[in-house]
């Protein structure tokens, strides 16, 4: 059984939203909703495999029109004889998150 796991979230968000003339939250991405959401789902049950959980986070971060793009790497450790880690990672694009976006409605 592992004793952590760990979120790796990289998201490719416009160019408008991060490179901004003002220190202003009002002209960024604000990502507080969407860590939320993403610990909401992380205490909402055990989950058996990290595909299924980084399926919910893949979800999660299409809600956002603003994310463009994302890449999530999961990892759990310890996975043998308490030493080792391993990792489960998805990659994706416009089109996959359109087409996440397109499910969910």
């Known amino acids: 059984m592992p004793d952590a796991h760990i979120l790796d979230l990289d998201l490719t968000i416009s160019p408008d939203l991060v490179q901004v003339a003002s220190d202003d939250m009002a ?7 969407l860590i939320a959401a993403i610990a909401a789902i992380a205490r909402s049950r055990k989950f058996e495999t990290q595909e ?8 999660a971060c299409s809600a956002y029109r603003e ?3 994302a890449e999530i790497c999961l990892t759990k450790s310890p996975v ?4 080792g880690s391993l990792g489960v990672r998805l990659t994706l694009g416009a089109e996959d998150l359109a087409a996440l ?3 969910a409605t």
């Open 27 to 33: 002209h960024v991405f604000d990502y507080d909703p």
């Open 52 to 59: 299924y959980l980084m399926t919910l986070i893949a979800q």
């Open 67 to 69: 994310i463009t793009a």
């Open 80 to 83: 043998l004889a308490g030493t």
């Open 101 to 103: 976006r397109c499910a």
